[in-house]
């Protein structure tokens, strides 16, 4: 039994007890992929002998939510008051919360974005009516710029 460790690009060294380094260069392919449990033969953990201390055993992690953790939760309907909201939660909640919010911020922009598509438009064929358009406010402009760019000239001289 020896422990193999990554080190990234497909690189990996073995170590057996009391054995020496064993540097190997793999395929990417040929380890399990990461975060997944490493079984020595026919992929299913052994339930027999005291465990090593090469297995790991989690305890589920909470954290304390921010306020802005708290606004999230609230907002996307996980809680329904803030007195409600325990004092340490999981973090899986939290980023769930946060990937609701992000979902629902994302649909209220594009309906935003739907409403102001139809206001130009709106505001565009009131604006054709009288015969008005980009061009006619440019063309008109252009001369009162021309005018006031003459009279600071002038004011300049004297």
Known sequence: VGSLLRLGRGLTVRCGPGGPLEATRRPAQALPP???PCYSSGGAPRNSGP???????????????????????????????????????PPEMIVTARNKARVKACYIMIGLTIIACFAVIVSAKRAVEPHESLTSWNL?????WREEAALAAQAKAK
């Not at 008109?140 to 009162?144: E, L, R, S």
Request: aromatic share 6%; no cysteine.
């Open 51 to 89: 465990q090593g201390h090469g297995e790991i055993h989690r305890v589920p992690a909470q954290r304390r939510p921010s306020q802005f953790d708290k606004k999230i939760l609230l907002w996307t309907g996980r809680f329904k008051s803030m007195e409600e909201i325990p004092p340490r939660i």
């Open 140 to 144: 008109a402009k252009k001369p009162k």
């Open 34 to 36: 990461r975060g997944l």
